[in-house]
Nanobody, 115 residues
């Protein structure tokens, strides 16, 4: 079955850290992976991406606090989140894009940051 499997969400106090993980199953020719998030009442937004060459991109709101890493060729991506703020509370989604134009989403993992 083709899917992205996420893990690592949870509840943390402001200033704390979490690490999200995502692995792609049955997905081939991935050339980019990333994390997006959607807070209640808001649109889904980009958090960070990484491409097969290793280049990364971050939303301004998370620069210096979040780090994306992984091996796109091996369908694995991580998101290390430090200095978490209440406004980081959202459902975080893993995304994978393939060279054939395929675009896949994980089921989402909840991250809640208490003040």
């Amino acid at each position: 079955q083709v899917r992205l499997v996420e893990s690592g969400g949870g509840l943390v106090q402001a200033g704390g850290s979490l690490r999200l993980s995502c692995v792609g199953l049955g997905i081939f020719n991935i050339n980019a992976m990333g994390w997006y998030r959607q807070a209640p009442g808001k649109q889904r937004e980009l958090v960070a991406t990484i491409i097969s060459g290793g280049n990364t991109n971050y939303a301004d709101s998370v620069k210096g606090r979040f780090t994306i890493s992984g091996d796109v060729v091996k369908s694995t991506v991580y998101l290390r989140m430090n200095s978490l703020k209440p406004e980081d509370t959202a459902v975080y989604y893993c995304n994978a894009h393939t060279t054939l134009g395929g675009n896949y989403w994980g089921q989402g993992t909840q991250v809640t940051v208490s003040s």
